[in-house]
């Protein structure tokens, strides 16, 4: 059974940090690009980062670049999402994902491009 499970959301104040992690069971998830999106009440779902699949190769959302840092675990079938310099428009319900591009190297932040989903954990900005 395929799944992915996030932890590491919580409350925290304008310019903190937090790390997020995506534990995935039930398949190699190592073949697969890894992304983190997020969604806000009554908006879109929206892509932060990811990671391909071979050599670790990042993309990140421009409200994220230069705050956030996505890495991953091969070997404990995780990735994470380092978050530091929190704003007031971060909060969100952040999921993590999987998918698969032909081209390992490559991943991309079209959320029809992962077809596997954690439930998500919810990150809080408040003073």
């Known amino acids: 059974q395929v799944q992915l499970v996030e932890s590491g959301g919580g409350l925290v104040q304008p310019g903190g940090s937090l790390s997020l992690s995506c534990t995935t069971s039930?398949?190699?998830?190592?073949?697969?690009?890894i992304g983190w999106f997020r969604q806000a009440p009554g908006k879109e779902r929206e892509g932060v980062s990811c990671?391909?699949?071979?050599?670790?190769?990042?993309t990140y959302a421009a409200s994220t670049k230069g705050r956030f840092t996505i890495s991953r675990d091969k070997a404990k079938n995780a990735g994470y999402l380092r978050m530091n310099n929190l704003k007031p428009e971060d909060p969100a319900v952040y999921f993590c994902?999987?998918?698969?591009?032909?081209?390992?190297?490559?991943?991309?932040?079209?959320?029809?491009?992962?077809?596997?989903w954690g439930q998500g954990t919810q990150v809080t900005v408040s003073s």
């Open positions: 990671i391909s699949s071979s050599d670790g190769i990042t």
């Open positions: 994902a999987t998918g698969y591009y032909t081209d390992s190297q490559r991943c991309d932040l079209a959320v029809n491009k992962y077809a596997n």
């Open positions: 039930g398949f190699r998830s190592d073949f697969y690009a």
